[in-house]
């Protein structure tokens, strides 16, 4: 077990330690709750050590990877504290996924154990129940579930610097549809918490309302993390609510909220639909990630809550955040700000192999102390994407102001980006072209007001006549919720180029061509 240190003179060197300099000047300060439970800092501290010996008690080893299945609660931060002290890899995932992307998950990273969060997540439940996990007490967390034990798994090496040690895996689908597991160091994660307090300015006093969830890199890094960083105190809820997020704001003394433009234009539909006005006395800090912020909504956004609202930009490779418009600066425009200090970026002109002239727009591409270890598992990948000089290749593109700011105008992959979650196309068409009725299928994004929506396109065996529910109930049995497309249209035959590679560019068209979304 990694040991503690009280002084607050300390540098850390694993996220856990982030607690030390609070432990030691605001014990008993919250730290973190949920609807069911609270801690202080000192709490915090205790329960992350205790879990830690339960772990420990469970034959989880440093190098060890361990699945937390579950949606934001307080525990899911003990554990990701806990798998620090030991050095073991803390691997969050969504109790939503569906039952083949939990399975995949646990596969592919050679889980010595697994967690639920079942008394937050009947869907935890679910998966609990069908892997055969026993409920045990935690103490204070309350109780959690357990898998049984991989004995034949191995320790990945351990290492004591910050920057070669894992700290958590992150899984994101990939082009090919396979699963990417995204290697975070504890010097990624503590270099993302400590620019989320400083570009926020956030510290004691602070409660960060934190709905974006820990399975994802913003909610486990920045949200969580960075406030730890910043001894504020942390609210998680399991899911989203507009009206939850209004009362909040309104009663409960939120002064920071980072979501996702679908979850700030839900709230202002809800305040409409009600009749009044948002309140939001204490907020101060406000701010989009995960999406293309649209002048409309950050207009609107800033005028219900008299409030700039910033916009930034991350990747999960990246811990995740790149860039970020400034507290003390707002914009209004909808750049997503400038790059964090430490963090070089540069445009790529992909045919000249140079950066473009001023305005110009191009590949954009990173390297700085957030960029993640590699995937795991997968050396060609990571070379793929990082070169050897330590530039990664975003895949985004963008273009950069005078002043250095950066605009995000495309993505030169596939990738379609709904409520903030990642949907890479050939994921979608894979479980589609698993249905005995279908030939051949192709997935695009079509851009709705705030969001992106996933449309497929199907050809069908002769005389297969399936549906579009029953084609859609197909792939919730397979996919995510969020995966599963909002329009599935059937047609006689894809376009298709004389090579046979079917035209999306004119899906696309078709797409917005297309009838209103159910």
């Known amino acids: 077990m990694t040991s503690f240190s009280s002084g607050p003179a300390a ?41 830690a010996r339960q772990l420990a008690d469970l034959q989880v080893r440093a190098g060890d990877r361990v699945l937390v299945v579950g949606e934001n609660c307080a525990a899911i931060g003990v554990l990701v504290l806990a798998l620090s002290r030991l050095d073991a890899w803390s691997i969050v995932v969504n109790a939503r996924l569906s039952e083949r992307e939990i399975d995949t998950f646990i596969a592919h990273s050679g889980a010595r154990r697994v967690i639920y969060t079942c008394h937050v997540s009947a869907d935890a439940q679910k998966h609990a129940q069908r892997h055969g996990a026993l409920a045990q007490s935690w103490g204070e967390i309350g109780t959690l579930w357990v898998g049984a034990l991989a004995r034949e798994v191995q320790p990945e090496p351990c290492s004591p610097e910050a920057r070669d040690q894992v700290a958590s895996m992150i899984y994101t689908s990939g082009t090919s549809g396979a699963p990417k597991g995204v290697m975070l160091t504890h010097a990624n994660l503590m270099f993302a918490a400590a620019s989320a307090r400083d570009i926020r300015g956030l510290g004691p006093g602070d409660l960060i309302y934190g709905v974006l969830p820990m399975a994802h890199v913003v909610g486990l890094s920045t949200q969580f993390l960075g406030c730890i960083a910043s001894g504020a105190a942390l609210q998680l809820e399991p899911r989203f609510s507009p009206a939850a997020l209004a009362q909040a704001l309104a009663q409960q003394g939120v002064t920071a909220f980072v979501g996702v433009p679908a979850m700030f234009a839900k709230l202002l539909d809800w305040a409409r639909e009600q009749g009044q006005a948002l309140q939001a006395p204490a907020l101060r800090f406000a701010c989009v990630v995960g999406s293309p912020l649209t002048p409309s909504l950050k207009a609107a956004v800033e005028v219900a809550l008299g409030q700039p609202l910033h916009n930034g930009y991350g990747l999960t490779e990246t811990a995740p955040t790149v860039a970020q418009t400034r507290i003390e600066a707002p914009r209004r425009d909808c750049t997503v700000g400038f790059p964090l200090p430490g963090v070089q970026t540069r445009i790529v002109d992909a045919g000249a192999g140079a950066e473009p002239a001023a305005g110009g727009v191009g590949e954009l591409w990173v390297r700085g102390p957030n960029l993640m270890k590699g995937y795991y598992r997968n050396e060609a990948l990571t070379r793929e994407v990082v070169n050897e000089e330590g530039w990664f290749n975003t895949g985004d593109m963008a273009r950069r102001d005078a002043d250095g700011a950066l605009h995000i105008v495309g993505r030169s992959k596939e990738l379609i980006i709904r409520s903030g979650f990642n949907v890479y196309p050939v994921e979608v068409e894979q479980a589609l072209n698993s249905h005995p009725a279908v030939v051949q299928s192709a997935v695009v994004g079509r851009t709705v007001e705030h969001n992106e929506e996933v449309v497929a396109f199907v050809e069908l065996v002769s005389d297969a006549q399936p549906g579009e529910e029953a084609m859609r109930e197909y792939l919730r049995e397979r996919l995510s919720p969020y995966k599963v497309p909002s329009e599935i249209r059937f047609l006689a035959q894809l376009p298709a180029a004389p090579t046979g590679k079917i035209l999306k560019s004119e899906l696309k068209t078709l797409a917005l061509q297309g009838r209103t979304p159910l």
């Open 11 to 51: 540098a850390p060197t694993r996220i856990h330690q982030l607690l030390d300099s609070w432990v030691h000047t605001q014990p008993h300060a919250l730290a973190l709750q949920d609807p069911g439970l609270a801690l202080s800092y000192l709490a915090l501290k205790e329960a992350s050590e205790s879990a």
